[in-house]
């Protein structure tokens, strides 16, 4: 096994984190507002957002051009691994909805 730096290895931490706090903080800012109209979780998401950017790219200086060659071999080694949880997690989510949708009709018929 290859021994890496800590500042290696807290790039690696970066640059794999980035996309999941970032766009995480987007999803769940939407999904607060939506339920209660209150603007400061869009603003908290906008924030959060902004900093993960500020993440890739200190991620991307500890972590240099090695990080990013074993970051992407990482990616298409597990590419199909990671679509398939996004499938299943979608298709939860829309059975979820459809099921919210279907009980809201009905409370509302009677």
Do not use: C, D
């Amino acid at each position: 096994m290859e021994k890496y730096s800590i500042s290696f290895l807290i790039g690696m931490a970066l640059l794999i984190l980035n996309p999941v706090i970032g766009w995480g903080a987007v999803i769940f800012a939407v999904y607060l507002y939506k339920k209660s109209k209150n603007k400061i979780y869009l603003l908290i998401g906008t924030i959060t957002y902004i900093l993960s950017w500020g993440m890739l790219f200190l991620g991307s200086i500890l972590a240099g051009r090695q990080g990013f060659k074993l970051l992407k071999t990482f990616v298409k080694e597990n590419i199909l691994l990671t679509s398939l949880a996004a499938i299943i997690i979608l298709v939860i989510y829309l059975l979820n909805q459809k099921r919210k949708n279907k009980t809201g009709n009905e409370i509302h018929q009677n």
